[in-house]
């Protein structure tokens, strides 16, 4: 029998039995002898014997509880971080063999777990290897663009056409720049450095940032917001989310249009919410928005490449937020970040 196996559980079936062994003997002792109050010293001899028993069983149950709760300290040292913690099973039997099994798991995700770390460091060095090769040729062809804008002052079709390389070298260096950022939030690599911040500050800022580009486009950009609201983020980086849902909004928001950027706070959460009174978002697209590189068929934008929004997702999670959008086609669309505040 397996059971049998093990030592310890051998050592009490023994004792179980060398008990009742004994307590016979002296059954058929007492009953040979046939002496006067042979009950009593009957019923002596069995509560001795069921004496016995309990005691050998207290002692190995109590043992296995030890062990039991060994065992449990290993798993939770295990899952604190210490990847070298392992359950002791050095004995036989079914319960040893349990724990070489969970042993021989942890081992295989602390394995997982070394090869996940080489992966992140791995591709936190490809991507910044690829962000520094990028960065060069790009910024050398801005500057032959800006001297071909510069020489083509008396010919119009080379001008506009600069002009035109101008702007799609832009969009390669947003594309560039967004695919490299989403790509280090996949490799793990990005660290938040979190600091209390003014809200009402950040969202002053991101305003001047677009303030020239409105005005340009006879577009209106409207703050609304209590000036004393602080919250720990990076600063940087959820300035960068609330940007790219800042720009889809004038993206799609045609002439004298209006886009809202409010917040306010309560006792739980944080909400920011970026509103236009643009074309709206089509019902069948909803689902879809903050996927990469999704376009969608009914959208007539031409200057977007499907990354933005993916980009701020990414950004409003990390910071352990949520985000999400309401739309009616031809009305405008509103953006709802919310950011649960824990006491």
Same mark, same amino acid.
């Given at each position: 029998? @397996?059971?049998?196996?093990?030592?310890?559980?051998?050592? +009490?079936?023994?004792?179980?039995?060398?008990?009742?062994?004994?307590?016979?003997?002296?059954?058929?002792?007492? =009953?040979?002898?046939?002496?006067?109050?042979?009950?009593?010293?009957?019923?002596?001899?069995?509560?001795?014997?069921?004496? =016995?028993?309990?005691?050998?069983?207290?002692?190995?149950?109590?043992?296995?509880?030890?062990?039991?709760?060994? #065992?449990?300290?290993?798993?939770?040292?295990?899952?604190?971080?210490?990847?070298?913690? /392992?359950?002791?099973?050095?004995?036989?039997?079914?319960?040893?063999?349990? %724990?070489?099994?969970?042993?021989?798991? #942890?081992?295989?995700?602390?394995?997982?777990?070394?090869?996940?770390?080489?992966?992140?460091?791995? *591709? @936190?060095?490809?991507?910044?290897?690829?962000?520094?090769?990028? @960065?060069?040729?790009?910024?050398?062809?801005?500057?032959?663009?800006?001297?071909?804008?510069?020489?083509?002052?008396?010919?119009?079709?080379?001008?506009?056409?600069?002009? *035109?390389?101008?702007?799609?070298?832009? /969009?390669?260096?947003?594309?560039?720049?967004? =695919?490299?950022?989403?790509?280090?939030?996949?490799?793990?690599?990005?660290v938040m450095e979190k600091t209390p911040e003014n809200i009402s500050e950040m969202m002053e800022r991101i305003k001047t940032q677009f303030s020239f580009r409105a005005g340009r486009e006879g577009k209106?950009?409207?703050?609304?917001?209590?000036?004393?609201?602080?919250?720990?983020?990076?600063?940087?980086?959820?300035?960068?989310?609330?940007?790219?849902?800042?720009?889809?909004?004038?993206d799609h928001t045609g002439n004298g249009g209006t886009v809202r950027i409010e917040w306010k706070q309560s006792a739980s959460a944080l909400q920011i919410a970026v509103k236009d009174n643009g074309s709206?978002?089509?019902?069948?697209?909803?689902?879809?928005?903050?996927?990469?590189?999704? /376009?969608? /068929?009914?959208?007539?934008?031409?200057?977007?490449?499907?990354?933005?929004?993916? +980009?701020?997702?990414?950004?409003?999670?990390?910071?352990?937020?949520?985000? #999400?959008?309401?739309?009616?086609?031809?009305?405008?669309?509103?953006?709802?970040?919310? %950011?649960?505040?824990?006491?």
């Amino acid at each position: 029998m @397996k059971i049998l196996a093990n030592r310890k559980i051998k050592a +009490l079936f023994y004792k179980i039995l060398l008990c009742i062994m004994g307590f016979s003997l002296f059954l058929a002792v007492f =009953l040979q002898l046939g002496l006067r109050h042979t009950a009593l010293y009957i019923g002596i001899s069995a509560w001795g014997m069921g004496s =016995l028993i309990m005691a050998s069983c207290y002692g190995y149950f109590k043992e296995q509880n030890e062990i039991m709760e060994n #065992a449990a300290k290993q798993v939770r040292e295990y899952i604190a971080g210490n990847k070298d913690a /392992r359950i002791e099973c050095c004995e036989e039997g079914e319960l040893y063999r349990l %724990f070489h099994e969970v042993n021989t798991l #942890a081992a295989i995700l602390s394995g997982h777990i070394e090869s996940e770390g080489k992966k992140k460091i791995f *591709l @936190k060095n490809l991507i910044s290897d690829i962000s520094h090769q990028l @960065k060069t040729p790009l910024a050398a062809l801005n500057i032959y663009i800006g001297i071909l804008l510069g020489e083509a002052e008396n010919q119009p079709t080379v001008k506009e056409f600069a002009r *035109l390389s101008e702007q799609e070298l832009e /969009r390669i260096e947003t594309l560039v720049q967004n =695919l490299l950022k989403i790509s280090k939030f996949d490799a793990g690599t990005i660290v938040m450095e979190k600091t209390p911040e003014n809200i009402s500050e950040m969202m002053e800022r991101i305003k001047t940032q677009f303030s020239f580009r409105a005005g340009r486009e006879g577009k209106d950009l409207v703050l609304s917001g209590d000036d004393a609201i602080d919250f720990v983020c990076d600063r940087n980086w959820l300035m960068e989310a609330v940007i790219n849902i800042v720009k889809n909004a004038l993206d799609h928001t045609g002439n004298g249009g209006t886009v809202r950027i409010e917040w306010k706070q309560s006792a739980s959460a944080l909400q920011i919410a970026v509103k236009d009174n643009g074309s709206g978002i089509h019902p069948e697209d909803l689902y879809y928005i903050f996927k990469r590189f999704y /376009r969608s /068929r009914y959208s007539k934008d031409t200057k977007g490449i499907g990354l933005g929004l993916a +980009l701020a997702k990414s950004i409003i999670e990390t910071h352990g937020g949520t985000v #999400a959008v309401d739309s009616e086609l031809g009305f405008g669309t509103t953006f709802y970040i919310v %950011f649960p505040i824990h006491k």
